[in-house]
Every structure is written in C-alpha cells, then in structure tokens.
T-cell receptor, first 114, second 108 residues
C-alpha cells in the first residue's frame, strides 16, 4: 500500500513551458486535492475532485487545469508556466465516510520556474 | 469561509521540555487535523480530531469544538520533533483550510 504518490519529485521549467504533475492513490479514495505551499505559508487549495470525472476550483485555481479520468489518478497541468508558480505542490486524498474527510498527503513536487 | 489561526508562530525549546501549540478556528468544523512537516518537507498526519482528546505516544491533542479551538501537546520534546506544525480545519465544504503553522525548533 503506497498511499499517495506524486511524480515527478522535482522539476525546473522555463517561463512559458507546460507540464503535468501526476498524483496517484491506492486507497480507493473518492476525493482528491491539489495544494501549493509557498515559503512561510500553509497550504492553499488549487483544485479538487469529489469523484471520477469531476473537478472543482479551490482557493487559487488561476493558471492551472486538472483532470480526473480515473478514480486513482488526479492530474495537475500548467499550460504556460510563470515564475509565480514556483512552489511546492502537494496532492492529497480522502474517504467520504465515517471518518469524515481526513486527508492523506503525498510527498510533494518541488517546481521552479525560471 | 473558515479561518484558521495558529500560535505561537515560532517556538524554541530545549530537549526534554514540554510545549502546547494552539489552533483557533472561526466557525464550526467537521474535520480538524494536525500535521507535522519535517525538515525534508514531508507532511505527516498526526491527528484527525474534530472533537475530544487523543494521544499518540508523547503527543496528544484536544479539540473543544464548542469554543472553536484545538491544542497540540508535545511532551519530553526531542530534536526529531523539530519542524513546522500545521492545523487545518474543514467546515461545510470539501476544502481543508490550513493555518500558517508553528515552527518548532528543539535544541539538544
């Protein structure tokens, strides 16, 4: 049981380039989330999904797109990277059931945009 | 939406000391979690505690939902306890809102 995994772990992009971050979970969780963490701050929600084929905007969605084609995967895309998107990105997942919405986090992806 | 405030922002301890971290939230929650972010950036789930008290080794947490706060207790602190402790709350939506964290440094 790997829990929540993220690929890649590190990435450097030039301004204007595009990339996709992959999140995978093997816990059969319904809900999945993408957060970003900037220095000295807590995590902020970018987008989330409450089930396969669904997506919704979070607190800071601009400049990002997401897709949830399979229940176990949640993709985060940057179409035209900007230096302001330099951050650490965390994916999380949760059940929807008796334990409420306890979220489990992946190890993070450190992205630098130059 | 819900707001989460943590205090203190920074805390420096000698190994073996005890500490209490506080989390206040602005509205009722159906999910309240404590996390430890270690120096390598990994987020570790400590407690899922929307109400009541839980203990796990040297760590314990109490949430008083009616008064909208939660406390994390660390006893006999060790250098490996260093890092940032986050509290996060969730109200009526799917969104978990994080506080800005308490940075804990435990010196040998």
């Amino acid at each position: 049981n790997a829990g929540v995994t993220q690929t890649p772990k590190f990435r450097v992009l030039k301004t204007g380039q595009s990339m996709t971050l992959l999140c995978a979970q093997d816990m059969n969780h319904e809900y999945m989330y993408w957060y970003r963490q900037d220095p000295g701050m807590g995590l902020r929600l970018i987008h989330y999904s409450v089930g396969e084929g669904t997506t919704a905007k979070g607190e800071v969605p601009d400049g990002y797109n997401v897709s949830r084609l399979k229940k176990q995967n949640f993709l985060l895309g940057l179409e035209s990277a900007a230096p302001s998107q330099t951050s650490v990105y965390f994916c999380a997942s949760s059940y929807r059931g008796g334990r409420g919405y306890e979220q489990y986090f992946g190890p993070g992806t450190r992205l630098t945009v130059t | 939406g819900i707001q989460v405030e943590q205090s203190p922002p920074d805390l420096i301890l000698q190994e073996g000391a005890n500490s209490t971290l506080r989390c206040n939230f602005s509205d009722s929650v159906n999910n309240l979690q404590w996390f430890h972010q270690n120096p390598w950036g990994q987020l570790i789930n400590l407690f899922y505690i929307p109400s009541g008290t839980k203990q796990n080794g040297r760590l314990s947490a109490t949430t008083v939902a009616t008064e909208r706060y939660s406390l994390l207790y660390i006893s006999s602190s060790q250098t490996t306890d260093s890092g940032v402790y986050f509290c996060a709350g969730q109200g009526g939506s799917e969104k978990l809102v994080f506080g800005k964290g308490t940075k804990l440094t435990v010196n040998p």
